[in-house]
């Protein structure tokens, strides 16, 4: 069994910042790429920023320069430092994190229960 726990989210006033994290536990050989999507109310899940296990990352345009996606691989742990937020990235953030349970096995896609973030103006 593998679980992935976020936590940090809440509500923040704009231009201001917060920090989430998610720690992946269980049965976990490795992990390959990990990432934060989010889904706002009618508006379908989107990719903010993912690290793959190399250190490489990419992030959505929309917050370029604003957050910082990083992770403690001796942790299992993925964090997202949000800066400068702003009303329209109010969400709910999920983690999402790509697990391999075995040396033979592949690299399957777990998610997170979710954390609202909410930043008014």
């Known amino acids: 069994q593998v679980q992935l726990v976020e936590s940090g989210g809440g509500l923040v006033q704009a231009g201001g910042s917060l920090r989430l994290s998610c720690a992946a536990s269980?049965?976990?050989?490795?992990?390959?790429?990990m990432g934060w999507y989010r889904q706002a109310p009618g508006k379908q899940r989107e990719l903010v920023a993912v690290i793959r296990s190399g250190g490489s990352t990419n992030y959505a345009d929309s917050v370029k320069g604003r957050f910082t996606i990083s992770r403690d691989n001796a942790k299992n742990t993925v964090y997202l430092q949000m800066n400068s937020l702003k009303p329209e990235d109010t969400a709910v953030y999920y983690c999402?994190?790509?697990?391999?349970?075995?040396?033979?096995?592949?690299?399957?896609?777990?998610w997170g229960q979710g954390t609202q973030v909410t930043v008014s103006s």
């Open positions: 999402n994190a790509q697990i391999r349970r075995t040396k033979w096995s592949g690299a399957y896609d777990y």
């Open positions: 269980g049965s976990i050989f490795s992990i390959d790429a």
